[in-house]
């Protein structure tokens, strides 16, 4: 069974401030590692797809790196607009010829100004 | 605005009654899948349908059951409500089944009372 498991659960940065969050996952045959943004009451909003080790991509102050076994998501300086909760997630093949997205329960980060 | 519809966005039912959860997924996304997000649970994967057929099934109760149509809009119909379905459902489209990532509606937030 694919798992995915996020730490912290939840930070707390200063505004500028630079941390980083863990996504640890046992899977199958991954096809790619997600990282999406939530924001409270609203729906996921898709941040990055990370297909092999080694691989890293840059979005503003947020740098996503993978390895074999983890992903981390880095936070440059932060601000307070950065503040949501990060979700990791895991696609693999679920049968059938589809793909399943196996999320983890996320890290909730707070700015501080 | 994702693209992805999801109404209503509020539903305050009593247990023991049945409701539906409607989605229409992004323009030109042919695959829809179902998440349940609650307190302690994170995001778990409910079903997964693609240009009208089923696709893969998580943790999805008997009491629910879904449908996508010609149209590509799909329904969630959730019955004999208990406390504990109150949570966040989320739908999300992708083009293919599954590859890449997936795009999230705002999700209808269910109390069951």
């Known amino acids: 069974e694919d798992q995915v498991t996020q730490s912290p659960e939840a930070l707390r940065l200063q505004e500028g401030e630079s941390s980083s969050l863990n996504c640890s996952y046992t899977v199958s045959g991954l096809r790619g590692l997600f990282w999406y943004r939530q924001d409270p009451g609203k729906g996921p909003e898709f941040l990055f797809t990370l297909y092999s080790a080694g691989e890293e991509k840059e979005k503003e102050r947020l740098k996503a790196t993978l390895t074999k076994k983890e992903s981390f998501l880095h936070i440059t300086a932060p601000k307070p607009e950065d503040s949501a909760t990060y979700l990791c997630?895991?696609?693999?093949?679920?049968?059938?010829?589809?793909?399943?997205?196996?999320f983890g329960k996320g890290t909730k980060l707070s700015v501080i100004p | 605005d994702s693209g992805v519809t999801q109404t209503p966005k509020h539903l305050i039912t009593a247990t023991g009654q049945r409701v539906t959860l409607r989605c229409s997924p992004r323009?030109?996304?042919?695959?829809v899948y179902w998440y349940q997000q609650s307190l302690d649970q994170g995001l778990q994967f409910l079903i997964q349908?693609?240009?009208?057929?089923?696709?893969a099934k998580g943790n999805i109760l008997e009491r629910f059951s879904a449908q996508q149509f010609p149209d590509l809009h799909s329904e969630l119909n959730l019955s004999s409500l208990e406390l504990g379905d109150s949570a966040l459902y989320f739908c999300?489209?992708?083009?293919?089944?599954?590859?890449?990532?997936?795009?999230f509606g705002s999700g209808t937030r269910l109390t069951v009372v």
């Open positions: 997630a895991v696609q693999a093949r679920s049968g059938a010829g589809s793909y399943q997205l196996t």
């Open positions: 323009s030109g996304d042919l695959s």
């Open positions: 349908y693609y240009n009208g057929e089923e696709r």
């Open positions: 999300a489209s992708s083009v293919q089944q599954g590859a890449g990532g997936y795009t």
